[in-house]
């Protein structure tokens, strides 16, 4: 007893060093966080489930016009368009087309009969609004595809397919 009284007492600050030692090598290990916590989860294929993350900062990228304008050429080329048809548009037509030919048709000045011209009148709008009509002129070429939303389904068409209100006039 009296000799491990004695290794105490001479190797008393060798031991509390290695006191000190272990237990601030446990504090440092318990106190100090185990990694980089992100405070968002998400998983692949899923929607973000939180509020807009913007940056705290902004800043500009400068570019000539040259690459702008090459960029937008590539943009214009590469983008597959997409177009909502409303077929309330087709019916309002097919309505006033009706309408407008009960008030102005009269069966003494015409040889055609009216139930014919009807006919055939419809039988134009169902082709002219078949895959819609486009008012806008737009910079795409016939063969370019497109996709056509037509409430909830969506079709691929090709823009060529459209009928375009410049050909109106040939087309009746």
């Given at each position: ?48 489930q ?11 990228i400068k ?30 037509a ?9 008030d ?14 009807q006919?055939?009148?419809l039988?134009l ?48």
């Amino acid at each position: 007893m009296k000799n491990i009284f004695s290794v105490l007492a001479r190797n008393q600050s060798l031991i509390y060093k290695v006191f000190l030692f272990i237990i601030a090598t446990f504090l440092i290990i318990f106190l100090l966080p185990k990694g980089g916590q992100f405070k968002y989860h998400f998983q692949k294929g899923k929607p973000w489930q939180y509020e807009n993350l913007y940056a705290p900062f902004s800043f500009t990228i400068k570019k000539d016009k040259e690459t702008i304008e090459k960029e937008k050429e590539t943009i214009i080329q590469n983008a597959v368009p997409y177009f909502d048809r409303d077929l309330e548009v087709s019916n309002n037509a097919k309505s006033q087309f009706k309408e407008r030919l009960n008030d102005s048709y009269v069966d003494s000045l015409y040889t055609i009969s009216k139930k014919n011209i009807q006919q055939s009148g419809l039988q134009l709008l169902n082709a002219i609004y078949k895959n819609g009509v486009i008012d806008n002129v737009y910079p795409y070429t016939n063969d370019k595809p497109a996709y056509l939303k037509d409430g909830k389904n969506v079709k691929e068409v090709i823009f060529g397919d459209f009928f375009k209100l410049e050909d109106l006039d040939s087309s009746i």
